[in-house]
């Protein structure tokens, strides 16, 4: 009986034991089929009952490899319009601060225009398209967030396309007026909020250096109350300094919030940046927030996997997108790959006014999402699911797009090891 191990991953939580195929099978295991698939990655010969031994080979003959394939053309499914390159705050692990002069600048309605009309344009026959209002701080310019969404709206109609909308906001500006606007606008909402009062305040400061937290929190808290059936997410960034990060997550489930993402800083900063001897933390406070999960009626950002769309996993096994399928729009209308690649030299992809696109650029991007450009890859259980990882922060830990960044890997493999076991606590396992 062979095992292609990259194709199957065994593990155990809480003394329940699992077996995960790459393609979105997952299988809760007695002691007798863990021992048994434990001996297989070990290379050994079974001794078990028949039982198990013909429930097994039925599901390792089971399996078929996924053909990865590359879309026929460049189609642009996703635009990150960076509305506002100003902000009103000043947080400590802003990505943004590698490039002072991208600073202190709004996108003219003009480009916000251009960008939906190269959208649509670009998208071809793709007919669900996306744009969001990222920054600096979007709600700085609002008023061009709201004519643009109108602007957009209407050209969807007319062009056959569904055009969905998020704003990414640090939610200083969210009081109820604006709150208003974006409801009756139908905008999706990301919140920047890290726990409670002292988490928060540590590293996401006001620019006089106070805290922002009780600014923000009323905020939030109305946000939650009017989008109780979903239409927002709250999320955090924990670091060094903060790994008790379930706490966070206790705390936004007691302030009433439902949607909720914790991400882990991707630094340079020795003080800042998770590292491997973290790991062993992290594990931990993932099950602490898993075992929440289970319990309470809450969403978490990472545990929500697309497993019952299997025609998704060929588009995740192509990776992010990044300069393919989505792309960043400057206040001044340059594009480039992601909003995490604005500003460093060597990544840009043409811009708005001139209409120049690098065409062989994009073409470069496409080969570098795909699993198939990262060696590291190529024997991982969760690469269909990863994609790869993210480029930018490849790129910002290592300046190698193709070389995943190791320990955001290992926190990915955790993750979705604490999603298949909710699963499988909510029934949704096949027993052998």
Wanted: proline share 3%.
């Amino acid at each position: 009986m062979d095992l292609v191990t990259r194709d199957w991953h065994l593990f155990s939580i809480r003394g329940e034991h699992f077996l995960f195929n790459s393609l979105g099978s997952l299988y809760q295991l007695d002691e007798e089929a863990r021992s048994a698939m434990d001996t297989l990655y070990r290379g050994g010969s079974l001794d078990i009952s028949e039982d198990v031994y013909g429930e097994i080979e039925e599901i390792l003959s089971s399996y078929k490899p996924l053909e990865i394939y590359e879309p026929e053309d460049l189609r642009l499914k996703s635009l990150c319009l960076n509305v506002s390159h100003s902000c009103n705050m000043s947080c400590s692990y802003c990505f943004a601060t590698h490039n002072l002069s991208y600073r202190m600048s709004l996108m003219p309605l003009e480009i916000a225009c251009r960008a939906i009309d190269f959208l649509i344009d670009s998208s071809k026959d793709i007919k669900n398209i996306e744009i969001d209002f990222f920054g600096g701080e979007p709600l700085l310019n609002l008023e061009v967030v709201k004519n643009a969404t109108i602007y957009g709206k209407t050209r969807a109609l007319n062009s056959g396309k569904n055009l969905r909308f998020t704003l990414t906001t640090n939610g200083l500006l969210l009081d109820s007026k604006t709150l208003d606007l974006l409801d009756e606008l139908e905008i999706s909402i990301v919140l920047s909020l890290d726990g409670g009062e002292d988490t928060h305040n540590k590293f996401r400061r006001l620019l006089n250096g106070g805290g922002s937290f009780k600014t923000i929190l009323p905020n939030a808290k109305e946000l939650a109350e009017r989008r109780q059936d979903g239409g927002y997410y709250i999320r955090g960034t924990y670091t060094a300094e903060t790994l008790n990060f379930s706490d966070s997550f206790k705390k936004f489930v007691d302030f009433g919030f439902r949607y909720i993402s914790l991400e882990p800083v991707v630094t340079n900063d020795p003080k800042l940046s998770i590292r491997e001897e973290h790991l062993p933390v992290l594990r931990a406070e993932y099950q602490k927030i898993a075992e929440e999960c289970l319990s309470r009626d809450v969403k978490f950002f990472h545990f929500e996997l697309p497993m019952e769309e299997g025609a998704c996993l060929p588009r995740l096994a192509r990776g992010c997108g990044a300069g393919v399928e989505y792309m960043a729009v400057t206040p001044s209308g340059e594009l480039y790959p992601c909003h995490q690649f604005v500003g460093y030299e060597g990544f840009k992809l043409g811009d708005l006014y001139t209409g120049h696109i690098d065409e062989s650029l994009r073409k470069q991007f496409l080969r570098l999402n795909s699993i198939d450009s990262k060696e590291a890859c190529n024997n991982c259980w969760v690469r269909y699911l990863c994609g790869g990882g993210c480029l930018a922060n490849n790129y910002i830990m290592s300046k190698n797009i193709t070389e995943p960044y190791s320990t955001g890997c290992e926190i990915q493999k955790m993750r979705i090891e604490y999603a298949l076991w909710l699963r499988a606590k909510k029934s949704l396992e096949v027993k052998v």
